[in-house]
């Protein structure tokens, strides 16, 4: 059964909790180091309230729109999403990137939240494409976007950078239309 979830946006004024953030950082840290250059061996407090603050920036200067998902339900923390590489003129697209933390993962939370990430690109910030480049090898990621109802568009090579090593990656996209069509998390 899917969880219902929303998404707050991670500004100083939302009051996002960074011990909460940091713990679902730490007991997700060892998959979370394979597939987010962001983490490392010693996340800790200093780098939660670096990136609270640069994404506090971020939504100001309106150049990234970073998200904490959470559930519905109780409020609890159950990963990131947001947007990168946003080009709110012209292409009017943006890179949309997602992490569940290790506990509510197999629930479909992922696959809702990247569907609702994407209603925010195209109703808020009226863009008219939203991509995702993907690990080959993170295949649960994979199915996540596939699930949303991204479309597979191929392989980018050496598409993700992580620390001093480039690898080939999966590259999804959805487009407006894409959200209109029936789905199941």
Wanted: hydrophobic share 45%.
């Amino acid at each position: 059964m899917a969880l219902e979830i929303e998404l707050t946006p991670l500004v100083a004024a939302a009051k996002p909790g960074a011990g909460e953030f940091l713990q679902a950082v730490l007991e997700s840290k060892a998959t979370l180091m394979r597939w987010m250059p962001w983490c490392h061996a010693t996340y800790g407090a200093a780098d939660v309230d670096r990136w609270f603050e640069t994404a506090d920036q971020m939504w100001t200067n309106q150049t990234a729109f970073p998200m904490l998902i959470r559930s519905k339900v109780n409020g609890a923390l159950l990963g990131g999403a947001g947007l990168q590489d946003v080009l709110l003129y012209g292409k009017r697209e943006a890179e949309l990137g997602y992490w569940v933390r290790k506990s509510a993962r197999g629930r479909g939370v992922a696959s809702t939240a990247i569907r609702a990430i994407a209603a925010f690109a195209f109703n808020e910030l009226k863009l008219v494409r939203a991509s995702m480049r993907i690990r080959l090898d993170n295949t649960s990621s994979r199915r996540a976007a596939e699930r949303a109802g991204a479309s597979f568009e191929g392989v980018t090579r050496h598409g993700i950078v992580h620390g001093e090593a480039r690898f080939d990656a999966a590259h999804y996209s959805l487009l407006p239309a894409d959200l209109a069509r029936p789905w199941s998390p």
